[in-house]
């Protein structure tokens, strides 16, 4: 039971560059979701999903694009990376709402 | 809007009892969650309070007074390793959405 798995850890990016966070829970959690968190700002959502082909905005949506084909599934999409998304990105789940489980945390820069 | 209110920093001594405050102003409550952060490391789950009046739970207690917008989180018998950042999380006015504070850093000294 690996929990929430999260990859890469550490992430590189040039300006204009595009990438995909993995995200894959094996708890069979309804509810996915992407956070970033920056120093002085506190975790922000980004999207959200309460289950396979339903997702939706959080706080700070723009510059991101997420799907959920399966259950266990939920990529973070960067479609062109720009300073301003230098930041430490948590995916997370939990069941119906309840607590969270978070994953191990990427660390990206945008250069 | 939502605004949720933690102190920055705070530092007590092992062995010693220290209290995170948090308050909080959102649209709509459905329940508080404080979450522990190791640096470097992902938060993981404290404590979680939907009625008014204290949960505890070992060393650590959280108390909620929703007509105040207040929470605390108690910690008993410092150590070492509850050095950490403690997080509050507030869910407003959607069942997923949690709205979380800055995050308190307590350092634990000897």
């Known amino acids: 039971n690996a929990g929430v798995t999260q990859t890469p850890k550490f992430q590189v990016l040039k300006t204009g560059q595009s990438m995909t966070l993995q995200c894959a829970q094996d708890m069979n959690h309804e509810y996915m979701s992407w956070y970033r968190q920056d120093p002085g700002m506190g975790l922000r959502l980004i999207h959200y999903?309460?289950?396979?082909?339903?997702?939706d905005q959080g706080e700070v949506p723009n510059g991101y694009n997420v799907s959920r084909s399966t259950t266990e599934d939920f990529p973070l999409r960067l479609l062109s990376a720009a300073p301003s998304q230098t930041s430490v990105y948590f995916c997370a789940s939990s069941y119906r709402g309840e607590k969270l489980f978070f994953g191990s945390g990427t660390q990206l820069s945008v250069l | 809007g939502q605004n949720i209110d933690q102190p920055t920093e705070m530092t007590a001594t092992e062995g010693a009892i220290v209290q995170i405050n948090c308050t909080y102003q959102t649209s709509g409550f459905n329940g508080l969650f404080w979450y522990q952060q190791h640096a470097g490391e992902a938060p993981t789950f404290l404590s979680y309070?939907?009625?008014?009046g204290l949960e505890e739970k070992g060393r650590f207690s959280s108390f909620l007074s929703r007509s105040k917008g207040y929470s605390y989180l108690l910690l008993k018998e410092l150590q070492m390793k509850d050095s950490a950042s403690y997080l509050c999380a507030v869910r407003a006015e959607s069942f997923q959405k949690l709205v979380f504070g800055t995050g308190t850093r307590l350092l634990v000294s000897p």
């Open positions: 309070n939907v009625l008014d």
């Open positions: 999903s309460v289950g396979a082909g339903i997702t």
